[in-house]
């Protein structure tokens, strides 16, 4: 008997990480870090184009991986943000990472949000928490191409002022004529001045055009029924509606099972859904 | 596909040259029940047997495999030959045939095959075997009775030798060198089709399958599953014993000096209470939670993509479900919205 064994599966295996370096990080919040990262494979990094919405898998050697969404736009070449929170072992481990120390990233993989065919259209984008991670990749993007937008709308809710992500540059486009911008804490401190309550609050205030607006929502569990319920009083159609999903995965490209919401895998056919395919998702609001 | 008929007695000389170039896994008896092992002899070989206890599918999905060995520091891969022996799988039913066909769909997709199961799958030869169904098995119900393709060579008895049907060069090639063989005549054909005639009308149970997908969405609420929850060990072993079940979970383990280790993929179920949770939570804490999505995936999530479901009646579940849940048992429920004592 003989037993041959083929040459490794280096080439287009999907489960091997490609190095990236870690070229900036910044503390958000004390749980919270935005790391930037470049693939040091030219060609690798050439070819990595990804929408808004999209995720990668972060690997480290050791420790194993974890589903994070891209953070910056897909229009900032050459470099990929993560906004990341230390909730367990991968991404805790990445917390005491240095900058120049390298990481690995597999993808980008999943469904992100339709930019293009939000284009020409008003947006009102939702976030709740860390939720702010995949739409700030689309918030970025639509600022880079302004013009081809309408009214853009962008409430966002985080639990006390501290844990408000990317909070400078928000409180400075608070005052800005081409982006509606609102933020809400649940629990204020002394320094706060700004709105109080759920994020639901902040739809008392706006104003919308629902044959031309397009929704998307990101957060916690918990916040999609009540969101939605405010988006369906304010006559948005739910097919215009997005939504993005976070589930347990392992692998990132449909095999591994983990990810299962409904009939569909989250990794493949989300994690943005339109909000009409969600419906017919059990389990998934 | 081309035809040969080769004497049952030729058999130990076709696995003996077989052997020669592939690594022989077979169907042999082992206490009361059977196993597919490495055959050490082809006297061992039993093409007679109802149903091994577990399926052949960790020769091609193994419960526990090396995707890659890495080095910590500098968070690299070192590089790790794949381990892809040439294995022929000889003894598989219809039904087995079929199970790898089912998971070629998710490993071998367009999109991102699998590299790891695509390069066992092409150096593993498949040589099926007719069967008579046992009580468990109900391959009928979903048309996994019968396969072509899938197979290199599948043998159906008809009697004193085997009908061959060849549907690869590999498999023509074998069949060349280490059996004698025949071309077949009408009468063979006809003896075929007796065969497959006697085989279809000796299943006992007859199933109603229909408009499963509407049903689990239908009945999505419906109290059975909080009954079947309540039975349910939570033991895994419907998916371990399952030819279908792909799931798996994936993790690092190191060396000893902590300096080097292997990411490593093992078999997973999404009975376990893990299986869907996350930082926030878990998605499916229950177990009737649990016991209803391996049905909701098998029945609709996976057909929502393939046009088939994610079963191929082997009945191995149900011979190993301490709680006796099975996919009988739940399709009976589904269509009644009661659970049979
Ligand atoms: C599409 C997608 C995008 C995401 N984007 C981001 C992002 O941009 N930023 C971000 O910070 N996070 C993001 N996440 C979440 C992140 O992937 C998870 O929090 C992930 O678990 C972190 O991995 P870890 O190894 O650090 O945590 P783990 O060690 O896996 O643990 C995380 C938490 O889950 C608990 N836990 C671990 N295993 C189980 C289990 N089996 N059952 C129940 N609980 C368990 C732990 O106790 C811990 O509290 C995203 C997730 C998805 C699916
Ligand atoms: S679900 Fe049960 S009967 Fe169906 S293929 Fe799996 S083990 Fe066999
Ligand atoms: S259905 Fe049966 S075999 Fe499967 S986990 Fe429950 S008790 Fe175990
Ligand atoms: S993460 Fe593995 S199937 Fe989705």
């Known amino acids: 008997m003989t037993a041959s064994t083929l040459a490794s599966p280096v080439q287009l295996n999907p489960y091997r990480p490609w190095p990236a370096r870690i070229t900036s990080i910044i503390d958000l919040t004390p749980q919270e870090k935005l790391f930037e990262l470049r693939l040091i494979d030219d060609a690798t990094r050439d070819a990595f184009d990804f929408e808004a919405g999209q995720f990668v898998e972060l690997s480290l050697f050791g420790v194993g991986e974890a589903p994070i969404s891209i953070s910056s736009a897909p229009s900032k070449q050459g470099f990929i943000e993560l906004c990341i929170r230390d909730s367990g072992d991968v991404t805790g481990a990445m917390h005491a990472k240095q900058c120049g120390d390298i990481v690995g990233l597999r993808g980008p993989f999943g469904r992100g949000f339709p930019f293009q065919e939000m284009k020409g259209h008003d947006v009102l984008l939702v976030a709740g928490g860390l939720g702010i991670a995949p739409l700030k990749s689309l918030i970025n993007h639509i600022h880079d191409d ?5 009214k853009v709308t962008i409430l966002y809710g985080a639990r006390t002022p501290s844990e408000i992500l990317f909070r400078r540059q928000f409180e400075m486009w608070q005052h800005r004529e081409d982006f509606d911008l609102m933020l809400t ?59 993005s999903f976070e589930r347990r995965m392992k692998c990132g490209i449909g095999k591994c099972g983990h990810c299962g919401v409904g009939h569909q895998y989250v990794c493949v056919d989300g994690p943005v859904f339109n909000y009409w395919e969600a419906m017919n998702l059990q389990e998934a609001i | 596909m081309f035809f040969k008929i080769i004497a049952k007695d030729e058999v130990p000389d076709l696995v003996r040259g077989i052997a020669t170039e592939y690594e022989v896994i077979g169907p042999q008896a082992k206490g009361t029940a059977f196993v597919f092992a490495p055959l050490k002899d082809p006297a061992d070989l039993r093409l007679d047997y109802d149903m091994t206890i577990l399926p052949a599918k960790r020769y091609i999905l193994p419960e526990r495999e090396t995707l890659m060995r890495f080095s910590v520091e ?8 794949l381990d892809a022996p040439r294995r022929a799988l000889f003894g598989l039913h219809p039904c087995d045939v079929n199970s790898l066909l089912l998971m070629d769909n998710v490993f071998l997709d367009g999109g991102d095959p699998d590299p ?3 390069a066992r799958r092409e150096n593993t030869l498949i040589i099926g075997v007719s069967c008579m169904p046992a009580p468990t098995c109900f391959c009928d119900a979903w048309g996994t009775d019968e396969t072509h393709r899938g197979f290199d060579i599948f043998l159906t008895d008809i009697g004193d030798s085997y009908y061959a049907s060849i549907s690869s060069v590999r498999g023509a090639d074998l069949v060349d060198r280490f059996a004698k063989g025949r071309d077949i005549t009408a009468e063979d054909t006809a003896a ?3 065969r497959s005639a006697a085989f279809k009308a000796a299943f006992e ?24 929850g309540e039975m349910c060990l939570a033991c895994g072993a419907c998916s371990t014993v399952c030819p279908t079940c792909y799931c798996f979970d994936v993790h690092d383990e190191l060396d000893a000096d902590q300096k080097h280790g292997e990411r490593v993929r093992t078999w997973d179920s999404c009975q376990f209470k893990d299986f869907a949770g996350v930082a926030h939570g878990n998605f499916r804490d229950s177990r009737a939670s649990r016991v209803r999505y ?9 057909l929502s993509r393939y046009e088939k479901v994610l079963c191929v009646g082997c009945g191995r579940c149900t011979r190993a479900c301490k709680a006796d849940i099975n996919p009988p ?12 004592r």
């Open chain 1, 146 to 150: 302004r013009h081809e937008f309408g």
């Open chain 2, 74 to 81: 500098d968070n690299e891969v070192v590089e790790a030959e």
């Open chain 2, 116 to 118: 790891y199961y695509k």
């Open chain 2, 294 to 302: 391996r049905y909701y995936h098998k029945q609709w999530g996976y």
């Open chain 2, 329 to 340: 048992r739940v399709v009976r429920a589904l269509q009644t919205g009661v659970v049979d």
């Open chain 2, 205 to 228: 149970h007859e199933i109603d399958t229909s408009q499963l997908p509407v049903l689990l969405d239908a009945k999505y609420d419906s109290p059975i599953w909080q009954e079947f």
């Open chain 1, 185 to 243: 804490v649940d629990r204020p401190d002394e320094t706060w001045e700004g709105e109080v309550g759920l994020v639901t609050k902040l739809f008392d205030k706006i104003d919308l055009d629902p044959d031309n607006t397009y929704g998307a929502l990101c957060g916690p569990p918990v916040m999609y029924k009540y969101v939605i319920a405010e988006m369906r009083k304010k006559d948005l159609d739910v097919d215009k509606i997005y939504v």
């Open chain 2, 192 to 194: 075929f089709q007796e």
